[in-house]
C-alpha cells in the first residue's frame, strides 16, 4: 500500500462542498469514484479542510491509500481524466509516509476571500466572487480585521453547527487589501471554526459599507454571542489556498 499526497484545485459551485453528503455531489465523492473506476479499490480521500457547498480550493491537501502500483504522474492523469467532466483539477501527486496525514500533519491553513466592489456585475467571475455594488471603505475595514488577530474566543464567529472542541482560535494574520476593481481578505491560522471565515468578512463588509464602525467588530467579539454577528458573507467569493506542513 502507499499513501499519496494532493494538490487538488476545484470550482465549488457544482458540489455541495468537500465531504461526502447523502443530498447531492462532494468533491470528495467524486474523486473516489473515479479511483474506483481507475483501480478497482473503494478507498477514502482525506482533505486538510472540509469546505462548504459553494466554496472553491486553489490548492487543497489531501492524501489517500491505494494498493495498486502507480506512478505519480499515472495517478495524476488519471484521476484528472476520470473526474472530467467536473471543475477538479489534480495539481501535484507525490509519495509519503504512512503515517503523513493531510488533516492532523497540518500546521497551517489560509484562505482567501474575493469581494468585486463595482457597480457592473460579474460576467466572467459569476459564483467566484462577492459581488457588492457600493463602494466599500478599505481603511476601515483594515481597522476591523485588526481586532480579531491574536488568540480569542470566537463564538461569535462561529456556526451553530460547528464541530470544534472550543470557540478559541489563534488567528495569526487577517490583512484586506485592494486589487483593482477587488478588495481581498487573506487570512491565516492553524485551524478554523466552521463558517469563521464568511462571518468575518460578511462583518467587515458592514464596516466597509460604513453600517458598523470599526471598533463594533471589538464588540461583537467580546460579545460571544452567535446573534450579535452582522451576517455571512456568501460562499462563492471563498478560496482555501494552502495548507501548510512542517
Request: aromatic share 8%; net charge neutral.
Amino acid at each position: 500500500m502507499t499513501r499519496w499526497r494532493l494538490a487538488i484545485e476545484y470550482d465549488g459551485g457544482p458540489f455541495m462542498g468537500w465531504q461526502r453528503q447523502d443530498h447531492g455531489p462532494s468533491v470528495q465523492q467524486t474523486l473516489e469514484e473515479a479511483l474506483q473506476r481507475m483501480t478497482g479499490e473503494q478507498a477514502q480521500f482525506t482533505a486538510a479542510g472540509r469546505t462548504d457547498a459553494g466554496v472553491h480550493a486553489l490548492a487543497m491537501a489531501a492524501h489517500v491509500d491505494v494498493m495498486k502500483s502507480l506512478t505519480p504522474h499515472r495517478l495524476r492523469e488519471g484521476l484528472n481524466a476520470l473526474v472530467r467532466p467536473q471543475p477538479i483539477s489534480i495539481l501535484q501527486v507525490e509519495e509519503v509516509a504512512d503515517d503523513w496525514h493531510a488533516r492532523f500533519s497540518c500546521i497551517g491553513r489560509r484562505y482567501l476571500y474575493r469581494i468585486l466592489s463595482r457597480r457592473a456585475p460579474p460576467a466572467l467571475d459569476s459564483g467566484r466572487v462577492w459581488h457588492i455594488a457600493v463602494p466599500l471603505d478599505v481603511d476601515a475595514m483594515r481597522q476591523g480585521a485588526a481586532h480579531l488577530v491574536g488568540r480569542h474566543d470566537f463564538t461569535t464567529f462561529r456556526s451553530a453547527h460547528c464541530q470544534s472542541d472550543s470557540p478559541v482560535k489563534t488567528l495569526d494574520s487577517l490583512e484586506v487589501s485592494r486589487s483593482g476593481e477587488e478588495i481581498h481578505v487573506a487570512a491565516a491560522a492553524r485551524s478554523f471554526l466552521h463558517h469563521q471565515v464568511r462571518s468575518i468578512v460578511g462583518c467587515l463588509a458592514l464596516i466597509g459599507r460604513g453600517q458598523w464602525r470599526p471598533d463594533e467588530m471589538r464588540g461583537a467579539l467580546e460579545a460571544r454571542d452567535r446573534s450579535a454577528l452582522g451576517f455571512n458573507a456568501p460562499p462563492q467569493g471563498l478560496y482555501f489556498v494552502e495548507a501548510v506542513y512542517p
